[in-house]
């Protein structure tokens, strides 16, 4: 059975830390790009970071750029991010996304960790 399993999320204060996990579970992970994506409350779903298959692609959207590093371990099936001086606006529900790299059909998501920057 095909799993994406988020942890780590919390509540933090501005300007601390935090690193998210995601433990894929039941498909072939080297074959898949990997992505954080979060939502606000009564915000659309918007793209954090991604990372390709391989690891040597990595993106980011600008809010999080020098902030936020994703990075996998295609030996564990892991995927990370970790999240510096963080800020009220990061607050949401994480969501790591599989998709496959010739196959964009092919795309698994979690069910969310909940990140709450608040002083």
């Known amino acids: 059975q095909v799993q994406l399993v988020e942890s780590g999320g919390g509540l933090v204060q501005p300007g601390g830390s935090l690193r998210l996990s995601c433990a894929a579970i039941?498909?072939?992970?080297?074959?898949?790009?990997m992505s954080w994506y979060r939502q606000a409350p009564g915000k659309a779903r918007e793209l954090v970071a991604s990372?390709?298959?391989?690891?040597?692609?990595?993106n980011y959207v600008d809010s999080v750029k020098g902030r936020f590093t994703i990075s996998r371990d295609n030996a564990k099936n892991m995927v990370y991010l970790q999240m510096n001086n963080l800020k009220s606006e990061d607050t949401a529900e994480y969501y790591c996304?599989?998709?496959?790299?010739?196959?964009?059909?092919?795309?698994?998501w979690g069910k969310g960790t909940l990140v709450t920057v608040s002083s």
């Open positions: 996304n599989a998709r496959h790299d010739l196959f964009s059909g092919m795309e698994f």
């Open positions: 990372i390709s298959s391989i690891g040597g692609i990595r």
């Open positions: 039941g498909f072939t992970f080297s074959t898949y790009g």
